[in-house]
Structure formats: C-alpha cells, structure tokens
C-alpha cells in the first residue's frame, strides 16, 4: 500500500514555463513533507520541506503547496529552467515517535530548451 | 567535497554469492540509512544506525545485514543474494531523526545474475 503517491511518471514543461509537480499521500498522520531532486549517477539532493502547521514555503524559484485536506502537495518551479531537469522525489513523515520518510516513485521533469 | 561516499558504484555478483557494499561519510552525523530501489519504485528504507543502535525495518530481509564499526562508515550485507536484490542501494545520513534532512551518497547500483 503505497502511502506516497507521485502519479505522473513523466512532465515536460519548455523553459522559462512553470513546472507543476503534483504529489499525493493517504496518511493523515504525516506532519512534514520534503521534496528531492536527482540526477543522473547522483543521490537524491534535498530541494525544499514543508511542515504540516504551514500551506507555503517557498525558497527561490521553488515553492511547495501543502493542501492538507486534500492530502496533496504540490513544487512549482517559476521560471524552469534546462538544468531543473531531473527526477523529483517527495517524501513524508509521520509525528514525533517516528523518523521514516516514506517516498513516492518519483516523477521525470525535462525542461525544454 | 564529497559527503555521502558509497563504494562500489557498480557491482555485479552472482546468485547466492555474499556481497558487501560501502558506505561513509564526512558529515559526522549521527544516523546512517540505507535504502534500497528497484527500478521505477520508491526508495525504501532498510534499516538505520542511530550512533551505534541499529533499527531493522520490519519488512527488511533478513538476508540484509549492516555493520556500522564507527561514526565514519556502514557496510551493507547481502549474505545470499537472489535475483529480487537486483536494485539501487542508496546511503544517507542525518544529524537527528525526526525531520531531519537526509543526505544521500551517488549509490550502489547491485545486479544480481
């Protein structure tokens, strides 16, 4: 039961657009939310968190939505860039007792030159 | 300045051969996780060295082992391999648990013939 649930596999978004990467999950207990990035031959390198006492945070060009009624979280990257390409990764966590972060599959952004 | 330092990045064994994949670190940090993914999955967290307390996933083989011999390096064991390990292991760390970024070594990509 996948309790992290990326389901676009694959985005495509032409440089300067924004990109829009969409993440649900099914725990109403995870309180804190992170989003990864990957490239290839590389480990996941964080981006941005959110905690679950805030809807927004934002660094940069990167901002996370966090939707708790809906369970869905959301990184916009305003303006992609080529050098966003890459595999991004969100992940959760539930309340103080735990530590895991449960991950989604991952979805690929290709920014277009 | 490489933190996360895993070794091989390539391995390849047979079935049922033990192997033994590398881990270490420049951050000082208390915790070490180790991850494994399969191809078009999420990571999933193995088990995770809190200084020198070892917590087993519940769901973790227990054809998986981990030495953790200092704050420096931990080592993953696959005593018999089988086809199914096939996957990417992947090495973090953090400072703390609990909403802690984790930082992820490059990875260990491990095909099992």
């Known amino acids: 039961d996948q309790q992290v649930k990326q389901n676009s596999p694959s985005l495509s978004v032409q440089e300067g657009r924004i990109s829009i990467l969409n993440c649900d999950y099914t725990n109403s207990m995870f309180d804190y939310f992170l989003w990864y990035k990957k490239y290839p031959a590389e480990g996941p390198t964080f981006l941005i968190s959110?905690?679950?006492?805030?809807d927004k945070n934002e660094d940069g060009r990167f901002t996370v939505f966090l939707n708790k009624s809906a369970k869905h979280l959301s990184l916009h990257i305003v303006p992609s860039q080529p050098g966003d390409s890459a595999v991004y990764f969100c992940?959760?966590?539930?309340?103080?007792?735990?530590?895991?972060?449960?991950f989604g599959t991952g979805t690929r952004l290709k920014v277009l030159a | 300045d490489a933190m996360v330092i895993q070794n091989p990045r390539y391995q390849v064994t047979q079935f049922g051969k033990p192997v033994t994949l590398s881990c270490s670190q420049t951050l000082n940090h208390n915790v070490m996780y180790w991850y494994q993914q399969k191809s078009s999955q999420a990571p999933k967290l193995l088990f995770h060295?809190?200084?020198?307390?070892?917590?087993n996933e519940a769901d973790t083989p227990d054809n998986f082992q981990s030495r953790r011999p200092n704050t420096s390096f931990c080592f993953l064991d696959i005593r018999s391999p089988g086809l199914g390990d096939t996957a990417m292991y992947l090495c973090?760390?953090?400072?703390?648990?609990?909403?802690?970024?984790?930082?992820f070594g490059p990875g260990t990509r491990l095909l099992v013939l």
């Open positions: 060295y809190y200084d020198k307390d070892f917590n």
């Open positions: 959110i905690s679950s006492i805030k």
């Open positions: 992940a959760a966590s539930a309340p103080s007792g735990t530590y895991k972060y449960i």
């Open positions: 973090a760390t953090s400072s703390r648990l609990y909403q802690e970024t984790q930082y």
